[in-house]
């Protein structure tokens, strides 16, 4: 796909974020925003640098991830079509706590650091929006610690495959158990003794790479409450 600008008279935002902007706002954003193309394993920002764009995936989904000097990795939280990568841009901090890998092959708008800059000095509102999708990013990064510090591999897997579905444009996700195990910080035959159970138990459909959700509702079952309280945060800082 070629990049190109948002038309000016568009009216319905493709990013969750986005949407939760006031229609002025979204109108006077658009002709700045524009397409890109994303692809899995890209790099979007490493860890400490200072971010040149902002991305508002619509269907990418993109991991913040952490690394140790051993090449050991986690992920610290998942970003789709509801929230935006470089926060640090209006944080204050300039520079990004985490590296932003593309999970998931999608699109994305993008937004130049500086126009964002720019665009929030005009809007005391606007910039209130995006510091509660900061504190809901927060809080996924908190809880995600929580969980895998006391949770099983198959409470960690169900509650990722969750905040993966929410996320994507996708009725099926493109995740390998090698995938998997790096996202959480887990073995890989961790993560497929727990795929196996779930497929077994008929909640998921696990096939070269690819999983969709059979039964939703037993996932979430399956899941520990580290899902809920990170949907339940965002859905009430982003209602506000």
């Given at each position: 796909?070629?990049?190109?600008?948002?038309?000016?008279?568009?009216?319905?935002?493709?990013?969750q974020l986005l949407a939760a902007l006031q229609a002025d706002e979204w109108q006077r954003w658009a002709p700045y925003l524009e397409w890109v193309?994303?692809?899995?394993?890209?790099?979007?920002?490493?860890?400490?640098?200072?971010?040149a764009f902002?991305?508002?995936?619509?269907?990418?989904?993109v991991s913040l991830m952490s690394s140790t000097r051993d090449?050991?990795?986690?992920?610290?939280?998942?970003?789709?079509?509801?929230?935006?990568?470089?926060?640090a841009v209006f944080m204050g901090g300039n520079a990004m706590p985490s590296a932003a890998v593309v999970q998931a092959t999608g699109v994305a708008l993008r937004l130049s650091a500086s126009t964002l800059k720019s665009l929030l000095q005009r809007s005391v509102p606007t910039l209130q929006v995006?510091?509660?999708?900061?504190?809901?990013?927060?809080?996924?990064?908190?809880?995600?610690?929580l969980?895998?510090?006391?949770?099983?591999?198959d409470q960690q897997l169900s509650r990722r495959l969750l905040l993966g579905f929410d996320r994507s444009?996708?009725?099926a996700l493109s995740m390998t158990h090698e995938d998997a195990a790096r996202l959480l910080?887990?073995?890989r035959e961790g993560i497929t003794a727990a795929a196996q159970r779930l497929q077994q138990g008929g909640v998921i459909r696990y096939w070269r790479g690819r999983i969709r959700v059979l039964d939703r509702a037993r996932l979430e079952q399956r899941a520990c409450e580290c899902y809920a309280s990170v949907a339940n945060e965002q859905s009430r800082l982003l209602a506000c």
């Open positions: 796909m070629n990049d190109h600008t948002v038309r000016d008279d568009a009216t319905s935002p493709p990013n193309s994303l692809s899995a394993g890209q790099v979007l920002c490493e860890s400490g640098d200072t971010p902002v991305y508002f995936p619509t269907s990418a989904v090449g050991g990795s986690a992920e610290l939280a998942v970003v789709g079509h509801d929230g935006m990568i470089g926060i995006l510091l509660r999708y900061a504190q809901a990013l927060m809080a996924q990064v908190a809880q995600t610690a969980c895998n510090r006391y949770h099983s591999i444009a996708d009725d910080g887990v073995r």
